[in-house]
């Protein structure tokens, strides 16, 4: 197929993912939601957390990461509220002894109302994962929010070791980031990165890009620092195998990471080779973002989901 045309298609449904009128069009049809709605359900857990853990319980214990996802708080109560379900999380995962993360946009716990609201709400989440030493993971945003997504980590592992942060390899500037985080004993989960961004601010999907990953993950893995590769290319899967057989690297220092339902099979078969892997699962009511988005990343999948719709 066309690979402009397939460009052109993962643009609209960007665009699409963030067209308030086309998201309010869609959920409030009976008929278009259900469509939409058996789609998604490929990508989510499920609207609620029980869903969710349902689906997880089906994987035989394979290790999992958990993230209730939404959009941006506007409020401090939104925040709190948003807060308030993370607990709720770890206390699932403790008391239903899940082997499982958390993972967190810091901008849905209060950083768009202010990064003090954010730093207390992040330290309330740790102090509830800290009664079963639940790592907690903070996604990747726009470079918008970038610095203060580093300076709050900052800051909040210095009370909770089991904090990790996510870095895009595609921004120039993570080669500088990537340098000051790495002081820390936090694991840090490297991604390509798929957010739009300014011009000059990040590097196409490539061989540049690829190489730039495999770049961070080699360091991590020479210093014996601990790290989630969260990718879905075969490439770069095998390239990081190797990696982790030259420094027989051990199985507490890197985790292989997948999205639900994208190349799963290659996760498992991961699995199946003796590798550290974890599967990433999201929740609740905010799936059409988050389905727009998992299309938008590879546009053929747009024919995946016809059929999901029809079945």
Known sequence: MDKGLLQMGAQALRKAALSEDAKTYILANPALFQLFKKAADRYIGGETLEETIVKIKSFNHLKTSIEFMGESTRTEQESNESTKEFIHICEQIRLQHLNATVSLDLSHIGLAVSKELCLNNLNAICKEASLSDIEIIISAEGTERTDDIIDTYKKAIKNYDHLAITLQA????????????????GRIRIVKGAFETANGQSMPRGEKLDDAYLGYIDQLLAENHKCSIATHDPKIQANAKLLIQNY?????????????????????????EGYETKLYFVYGKEWYLYLCNRIAEYPMNIFQALNDMIQ
């Open 170 to 185: 595609y921004l120039y500037r993570t080669k500088d980031d990537f340098a000051e985080i790495r002081k820390e004993t």
């Open 248 to 272: 027989k690297s051990s199985k507490e220092i890197y985790e292989f990471e997948s999205l639900y339902g994208i190349c799963n099979e290659q996760l498992f078969s991961l699995k199946d």
